[in-house]
């Protein structure tokens, strides 16, 4: 055999060995890459749901303080806005009632954003005696007068009720039972929720449940919701001698 065949076949082996080695290699550095992304973007998912949960809080609180705004210059709470879709202004009837006690936030008449940070209107509930627009709530009503009553937990007998005046409600992530804004002033109505309390949320009655996040088997808690003490708005109300 000639010396030069023998160098061209090891060359020729080490060619292959080298192109093998390089795919393996590649293979490794696929796997180890794919790795780091997941180790990267779970904490980035975390991050952005929380940073959206933080918006949603502060929409919240700017809701709170805008509706004790309102009640200070009108003497009353707005009413919801039931138009479908929602037009941020309230609907009143001709007997200065609400057209309804619970809907959507007034958002524009308040000055506020439409939506929270999943692009879903605010659900918004006021109580009769601080909405209507002619008889105009007393101090009287601090005591007991609202009807609308927040839980811990669904199952109003077991735990402590607050009585607010009213409640503004965001369906927080999974924006189940929610109003999801579309492009072009459109709605999209959102599937029921799948937790009880979240139920009791979206069922448009007298009852709130207000607690942390909570996962039972596949059903997801994770609404937000601030109330208007009563007590709060008529004091700010006396203080700003708005109430005798
Ligand atoms: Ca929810
Ligand atoms: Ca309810």
Known sequence: MMPGRVIDAGKRMAH???????????????????????????????????????????????????LLGHALIHHYLPCPDTDSPPDGWENVLSSQRCASDEGVLPWAQLGLVATDAWGR??????????????????VAA???????????????????????AAIVLSHGENGLGGIQSVSGGLTHAMAAPLHPDEQENADGDLLFVDKTQQQTGNAVFDDRLVMLSSKVLIQQMVQAQRLP
């Open 142 to 164: 601090a005591e007991g007068a609202s009807n609308i009553q927040v839980t811990g937990e669904s199952g109003a007998a077991t735990s402590i009720t607050s009585r607010p």
């Open 121 to 138: 209107y605010f659900r918004y509930r006021a109580d009769a005696t601080f909405t209507h627009h002619a008889q105009w709530f007393s």
């Open 16 to 66: 292959i060995h080298a192109q093998g080695f390089s795919l393996l290699e590649l293979a490794i550095a696929l796997v180890i890459l794919s790795l780091m992304m997941g180790w990267l973007m779970t904490p980035l998912r975390v991050q952005h749901s929380m940073q959206k949960y933080q918006q949603t809080e502060q929409r919240l609180q700017l809701a709170q303080q805008a």
